[in-house]
């Protein structure tokens, strides 16, 4: 029993589940993308027309659709209100370029309603930016000097904290932003049952990133938690 207790045992399950979840993540997401990548819409829209219908039904009106480069790096930005589709989905008229669209209009579409877990994530991004950059250092002064240093532990234990209460309220947000897609899709008439179905599959392999993002930092806090007690 005291095995499970001990540092080393919390190190290795840190290291190796994250590891695994979060490549199994990988590979399901971009496999499930790319799959419904080259399958065309039957209602030839592209991802922007789709987006816009969306934000339309939702009378969003001050929201900008942008195109940008790079590959699923679709977002959107409730400072600036813009919605931001990479260039394969802002111009295609597969079922992946709809449904990412239509899903990042649903983010729009929680900004408008003022939905809660949203703006408690919007809140917590200045703690999570400063903890994210105090992370390098907390491990660097960790390496440098072992265990001398309990406050960096507590240093590295508050930043894990702040990070894990991010992930955690994310998955709420993006989960509802998936379900508000598929409703929105549907009730438009943009994609049809048979479509639906392939959209489902892979706006859950997506929201399923957001799960082992958590779980790795989550894994990672124990772990911590776990190193400090032994300090004392």
């Not at 589940?17 to 971009?30: D, K, N, Q």
Request: charged share 15%.
């Amino acid at each position: 029993m005291e095995y499970y207790l001990h540092s080393q045992f919390w190190w290795l399950v840190s290291l190796v589940i994250p590891l695994a979840v979060g490549l199994y993540a990988h590979f399901r997401v971009t496999g499930a993308y790319h799959k419904y990548a080259q399958i065309s819409s039957h209602s030839g829209m592209t991802g922007r027309d789709a987006a816009a219908v969306v934000l339309e039904r939702a009378g969003i009106t001050n929201v900008s659709i942008r195109e940008i480069g790079g590959e699923m790096t679709d977002h959107y930005d409730p400072e600036h209100r813009t919605l931001a589709l990479s260039s394969e989905n802002y111009h295609g008229t597969s079922l992946a370029a709809i449904g990412v669209s239509a899903h990042e209009a649903g983010h729009a579409i929680q900004h408008k309603q003022g939905y809660a877990p949203m703006n408690f994530r919007m809140g917590l991004v200045p703690s999570v930016n400063a903890a994210s950059m105090a992370l390098p250092f907390v491990m660097i002064g960790g390496f440098l000097f072992g265990r001398a240093g309990g406050w960096l532990l507590d240093l590295g234990i508050g930043c894990y904290l702040a990070i894990t209460l991010f992930h955690l309220v994310t998955l709420p947000v993006e989960f509802d932003a998936s379900n508000r897609a598929k409703v929105q899709l549907a009730g438009a008439g943009i994609a049809d049952a048979s479509e639906m179905t392939g959209i489902r599959d892979m706006l859950d392999a997506a929201g399923f990133t957001y799960v082992a993002s958590f779980l790795a930092s989550i894994l990672n806090l124990i772990y911590l938690i776990v190193l400090r007690n032994e300090e004392k």
